[in-house]
């Protein structure tokens, strides 16, 4: 669903010669940009569950926050994944006056096979995720959700599309612990069930992807913003081994393909890492463009982490204007309880 540009009625009325109003510095200035709340890796552990109803409340109050994106991780990496949490999530994810769009990370199913996590089977977490976050494929959850397009017809009602203000948005589900190909518990390597989700949603991202952009282009969108939890390019490994992030490898080529033949910015939002970030993961003088085999580098692509885990202390407030080469802009907001 895209924003209207101008009001059908000022434009009618404007084309009868009628007075449509004086002009003045607001009405010079246009209508109000677009603006999104992006936070991550929260409620992380009991006090924070305990604050999440006040957080909400905040970004409620923040009058210039239009839709509210979740990056995944909506628990830490060492509580039980149980129905009851799920749902008490839920409930306040409902409390969102917004539309919200969440990401699924994977402390909420991936690394449920932990036995501090409860000893799950994470492929029988993921659909009780599917199940109870993901109620209306093809809309938002919040107060007041609208619709966007939605995978569901591969099985994967989270990986979601749309468009605001110029802008081409994806959704997209992709997790830490080796995009789930980290072995379960009792496991040394990943089961043929494992193995074969990983292989039917990583098909499905990569399509999400080329079709943000095919769409983007068609559009003539400003820019593209991805959206996932993992972080593919996490700083604070010092010597990263491949073979704890080969599954990632033909994502983050997709991305750069796409990223490189986009005219605009390119932004990727993601969590994981915990840690406030901002950088180039995939220029060319980026170390992560050689690990991952990228042969054209996308200098286009600026890669963002919000904070999270139990540090977190702020959400990320995103306003864009087409009318400027960067399109986005941001600012950490500071919670205020």
Same mark, same amino acid.
Request: overall charge neutral; some cysteine.
């Given at each position: 669903?895209?924003?209207?540009?101008?009001? &059908?009625?000022?434009?009618?009325?404007?084309?009868?010669?009628?007075?449509?109003?004086?002009?003045?510095?607001?009405?010079?200035?246009?209508?109000?940009?677009?603006?999104?709340?992006?936070?991550?890796?929260?409620?992380?552990?009991?006090?924070?569950?305990?604050?999440?109803?006040?957080?909400?409340?905040?970004?409620?109050?923040?009058? #210039?926050?239009?839709?509210?994106?979740?990056?995944?991780?909506?628990?830490?990496?060492?509580?039980?994944?149980?129905?009851?949490?799920?749902?008490? &999530?839920?409930?306040?994810?409902?409390?969102?006056?917004?539309?919200? &769009?969440?990401?699924?990370?994977?402390?909420?199913?991936?690394?449920?096979?932990?036995?501090?996590?409860?000893?799950?089977?994470? %492929?029988?977490?993921?659909?009780?995720?599917?199940?109870?976050? @993901?109620?209306?494929?093809?809309?938002?959850?919040?107060?007041?959700?609208?619709? !966007?397009? *939605? #995978?569901?017809?591969?099985?994967?009602?989270?990986?979601?599309?749309?468009?605001?203000?110029?802008?081409?948005?994806?959704?997209?589900?992709?997790?830490? *612990?080796?995009?789930?190909?980290?072995?379960?518990?009792?496991?040394?390597?990943?089961?043929?069930? #494992?193995?074969?989700?990983?292989?039917?949603?990583?098909?499905?991202?990569?399509? $999400?992807?080329?079709?943000?952009?095919?769409?983007?282009?068609?559009?003539?969108?400003?820019?593209?913003?991805?959206?996932?939890?993992?972080?593919?390019?996490?700083?604070? +490994?010092?010597?990263? $081994? @491949?073979?704890?992030?080969?599954?990632?490898?033909?994502?983050?080529?997709?991305?750069?393909?796409?990223?490189?033949? @986009?005219?605009?910015?390119?932004? %990727?939002?993601?969590?994981?890492?915990?840690?406030?970030? *901002?950088?180039?993961?995939?220029?060319?003088?980026?170390?992560?463009?050689?690990?991952?085999?990228?042969?054209?580098?996308?200098?286009?692509?600026?890669?963002?982490?919000?904070?999270? *885990?139990?540090? &977190?202390?702020?959400? %990320?407030? +995103?306003?864009?204007?087409?009318?400027?080469?960067? !399109?986005?802009?941001?600012?950490?907001?500071?919670?205020?309880?």
């Amino acid at each position: 669903m895209r924003v209207r540009r101008a009001p &059908v009625i000022s434009a009618c009325l404007a084309l009868l010669g009628l007075a449509v109003g004086v002009p003045n510095a607001a009405a010079d200035r246009g209508p109000d940009p677009y603006t999104f709340a992006v936070i991550g890796d929260i409620p992380y552990g009991a006090a924070q569950i305990t604050r999440f109803p006040k957080v909400i409340d905040q970004i409620n109050a923040d009058r #210039q926050v239009k839709l509210v994106t979740h990056l995944g991780d909506i628990k830490d990496g060492s509580s039980v994944c149980s129905d009851e949490y799920f749902a008490q &999530v839920k409930t306040q994810f409902d409390r969102f006056t917004d539309p919200l &769009v969440y990401t699924v990370g994977d402390n909420e199913w991936t690394d449920c096979h932990r036995a501090n996590n409860g000893g799950y089977n994470p %492929l029988e977490r993921l659909a009780k995720v599917r199940q109870v976050f @993901f109620p209306q494929p093809g809309r938002t959850l919040g107060r007041h959700p609208v619709k !966007v397009e *939605s #995978q569901v017809a591969q099985g994967i009602p989270e990986d979601v599309r749309f468009s605001r203000d110029d802008v081409a948005f994806a959704a997209l589900h992709i997790v830490g *612990s080796n995009n789930s190909l980290a072995p379960w518990t009792g496991n040394t390597t990943a089961t043929p069930e #494992q193995t074969a989700e990983v292989l039917n949603r990583m098909s499905a991202v990569m399509q $999400s992807i080329h079709d943000t952009f095919a769409q983007a282009r068609a559009d003539r969108d400003k820019a593209v913003v991805l959206l996932t939890q993992a972080d593919m390019f996490d700083p604070t +490994v010092a010597n990263p $081994s @491949f073979a704890d992030y080969y599954a990632f490898q033909p994502i983050v080529q997709e991305i750069a393909r796409e990223s490189a033949n @986009f005219r605009g910015p390119v932004y %990727l939002f993601n969590g994981d890492s915990h840690v406030y970030n *901002s950088d180039k993961p995939l220029s060319a003088s980026s170390s992560w463009t050689k690990f991952y085999g990228v042969t054209t580098p996308a200098e286009n692509l600026s890669r963002v982490t919000v904070d999270g *885990s139990t540090g &977190v202390n702020n959400y %990320l407030r +995103v306003t864009i204007d087409p009318r400027k080469p960067a !399109v986005l802009s941001w600012t950490r907001v500071p919670f205020t309880s």
